[in-house]
């Protein structure tokens, strides 16, 4: 139906930036709001940043002036931009999209997750 492939992951040592990609592809009419979540070891997921189709953005607290979401909605893309990286933000980051079908059907996906290590 839908695949949610994200990228960009990895490890970077405190301050320094990283930016996540991830596109969506299969048998989609529709991307209504889109967003990235993360979740650390022993912690339950949290948002992080979401945006809508016209390209309103919202943050988590913790990231405000620091990170950047942003969308091409020609590729069916995400992205996440993230700047001054702190260690609390290690955690496994997923992207979620709102997606129509083509047949109608409408639900929220998910990616598999990718990585981000923020060394001290």
Same mark, same amino acid.
Request: charged share 15%; proline share 2%; aromatic share 10%.
């Given at each position: 139906? @839908?695949?949610?492939? =994200?990228?960009? /992951? +990895? *490890?970077?040592?405190? +301050?320094? !930036?990283?930016?996540?990609?991830?596109?969506?592809?299969?048998?989609?009419?529709?991307?209504?709001?889109?967003?990235?979540?993360?979740?650390?070891?022993?912690?339950?997921? =949290? *948002? @992080?940043?979401?945006?809508?189709? +016209? /390209? !309103?953005? %919202?943050? &988590?607290? !913790?990231? $405000? /002036?620091?990170?950047?979401?942003?969308?091409?909605?020609?590729?069916?893309? &995400?992205?996440?931009?993230? %700047?001054?990286? $702190?260690? =609390?933000?290690?955690?496994?980051?997923?992207? #979620?999209? %709102?997606?129509?079908?083509?047949?109608?059907? $409408?639900? %929220?996906?998910?990616?598999?997750? #990718?990585? &981000?290590?923020? !060394?001290?």
């Amino acid at each position: 139906q @839908v695949q949610l492939v =994200e990228s960009g /992951g +990895g *490890l970077v040592q405190a +301050g320094g !930036s990283l930016k996540l990609s991830c596109a969506a592809s299969g048998s989609i009419s529709t991307i209504y709001g889109m967003g990235w979540y993360r979740q650390a070891p022993g912690k339950p997921r =949290e *948002l @992080v940043a979401l945006i809508t189709t +016209g /390209g !309103s953005t %919202n943050y &988590v607290d !913790s990231v $405000k /002036g620091r990170f950047t979401i942003s969308r091409d909605n020609a590729k069916n893309t &995400v992205y996440l931009q993230m %700047n001054s990286l $702190k260690p =609390e933000d290690s955690a496994a980051y997923y992207c #979620t999209a %709102n997606v129509r079908l083509t047949y109608g059907y $409408k639900s %929220n996906y998910w990616g598999q997750g #990718t990585q &981000v290590t923020v !060394s001290s």
